[in-house]
């Protein structure tokens, strides 16, 4: 064995332990008419429209649910989302739904805006994800059911991503075989203080007794503090049984590297030692290595395994269609995974949403200037 298949035998490791993951990873027994229906009231941040914004509201605004409320929150009264919201409000007269501007002046503009989406709610179960996701008829009763057990905190869950470009549609392959996966594995180890923005279902209560969202408005990785901050006071946060649908904006390579670096900085600076060990996921880059070296028996395992699993969380469990369509870009997509990681190992500054951010140590937004550009 050459000293480069020692990395790729640890790389392989890791797959079977994101195949074994995949594999436990099922549907949660919570059934709709076990829990007690509460009214909900679902927090939605919105900026700017895309052509995808007007179906992914509609998918909330016909949710099958007794009584809900919908609190969009915009920073401007001529935010463009505005017009499809006019929309959807003259279709659905019956749903309740109500426009909040709120001019923020937190360091995370979204996570101000939810703070004062927060104080306007009027029900006492919060559902919170971003404005482009898109949801099936039932979503409010799958992610609400679980906050039935008491020791529950939040709810969220995972996520497939539609792309229109070859740059973005590297970007959903990675999403659907590499970050997913990686929440898998998280979970099967014990890890289960984190939530994804596609979905955040709690109570208002659990909400107040964290002291809302002022807390956490100066992290970028709001969701992240959301997840741990509640996992703090003891409650669990668990995956709700339901995939949901989101859409990459960016069509550019530059606007899918912005965003991926995002990403990237973001979880290192939050999470820097799971940052760096992550270095064994890229498996695709430790195989090459071995092979080269002459490991091929190694390199032909590890890469092997690695196909597996993506198949496995992608195609078996996300059940994205995407995945088996474009599933031999998965080598070419594994490489760019890797360069974006080391774009991720240094420097503090990203970009979001036409703004260039500046992290400090601990993720939070210390400074800020207009960027050129559009919304990642």
Request: positive net charge; contains cysteine; aromatic residues 10%.
């Amino acid at each position: 064995m050459t000293l480069w298949a020692v990395p790729a035998l640890a790389s392989a490791a890791y797959q079977l332990l994101a195949i074994a993951a995949a594999l436990r990873w099922r549907r949660q027994r919570y059934p709709h008419h076990a829990a007690r229906v509460l009214p909900i009231s679902l927090l939605k941040p919105v900026y700017g429209r895309d052509e995808r914004l007007y179906r992914a509201l509609l998918s909330h605004v016909v949710q099958d649910y007794p009584e809900f409320e919908i609190l969009f929150g915009v920073r401007s009264l001529k935010d463009a989302a505005l017009e499809v919201i006019g929309r959807l409000q003259h279709e659905f007269p019956s749903v309740s739904m109500r426009v909040i501007v709120a001019d923020t002046a937190a360091p995370n503009p979204k996570a101000g805006v939810l703070a004062r989406l927060a104080a306007e709610a009027r029900h006492p179960l919060l559902v919170i994800n971003d404005d482009d996701i898109e949801v099936p008829p039932d979503y409010f009763r799958v992610v609400t059911a679980p906050l039935a057990d008491a020791g529950v905190g939040l709810v969220t869950s995972l996520y497939r991503a539609r792309a229109n470009s070859f740059p973005a549609r590297l970007e959903a392959l990675g999403i659907a075989t590499d970050f997913a996966p990686s929440v898998m594995v998280a979970r099967l180890l014990g890890v289960a203080e984190f939530a994804l923005g596609a979905t955040m279902a709690l109570r208002a209560e659990t909400l107040r007794a964290i002291g809302g969202f002022e807390p956490i408005s100066s992290y970028l990785a709001d969701d992240y503090e959301l997840g741990r901050r509640v996992s703090a006071t003891g409650r669990r946060v668990e995956f709700a049984p339901v995939i949901v649908d989101t859409g990459l904006g960016g069509s550019a390579w530059r606007d899918v590297w912005r965003h991926q670096v995002r990403w990237a900085r973001t979880i290192r600076v939050s999470r820097t030692p799971g940052y760096f060990g992550s270095v064994v996921t890229h498996t695709t880059f430790w195989a090459m290595l071995a092979l080269i070296t002459g490991a091929w028996p190694m390199a032909a395992a590890a890469f092997g395994l690695r196909l597996v699993a993506a198949w496995a969380a992608g195609a078996a469990v996300l059940e994205d269609r995407q995945v088996k369509r474009w599933f031999w870009l998965l080598p070419l997509r594994d490489l760019f995974g890797l360069a974006v990681w080391m774009g991720g190992c240094f420097g503090s500054s990203v970009y979001w949403r036409g703004l260039k951010l500046r992290l400090d140590g601990q993720g939070r937004i210390r400074s800020e200037q207009a960027a050129d550009s559009v919304r990642p």
